[in-house]
């Protein structure tokens, strides 16, 4: 069974797309906590919710003929932006606060492996439904 289709296994694939990209970003300012000027950067927050409402709002696109034009997917556009407000800062006008860039790695962290938990239980409740138990 194909659960890309499915809108909120989409959703899950999206959002962890995205925190995986996070832990990235963060893991260079981790990494240029003494490089002098680095400025610590981050994502846009993910708005969950709202790709929800998206999808729940969306009607998808059927094809009654193979030459029909197949309808595209989108995929996440993730930047990363620069934090403006800091509450210290090193002589060397470093803006990396190790503790605070090791809380967002917490976090992140702990989104994935919720998001990865409920990956895995909607594909058992699929599977239990169908019978492949």
Do not use: C, W
């Not at 930047?79 to 860039?101: G, L």
């Not at 976090?107 to 409740?125: C, G, I, P």
Request: aromatic content about 8%; cysteine-free; hydrophobic content about 35%.
């Amino acid at each position: 069974m194909d659960f890309s289709k499915i809108a909120l296994f989409s959703m899950m694939k999206t959002k962890m797309g995205y925190l995986s990209e996070r832990q990235d970003v963060l893991s260079q300012n981790i990494a240029n906590v003494d490089t002098p000027g680095y400025q610590a950067r981050d994502l846009k927050k993910l708005e969950f919710e709202n790709m929800a409402l998206d999808h729940a709002n969306k009607l998808s696109m059927r094809t009654s003929s193979p030459a029909h034009q197949q309808p595209s997917q989108q995929e996440a556009d993730f930047r990363a932006e620069k934090i403006r407000k800091t509450y210290e800062m090193s002589p060397t006008k470093n803006k990396v606060v190790i503790e605070e860039q090791m809380m967002k790695v917490a976090e992140t962290s702990m989104q994935y492996q919720a998001t990865t938990n409920l990956y895995k239980k909607m594909s058992e409740m699929f599977k239990t439904a169908i019978g492949n138990r």
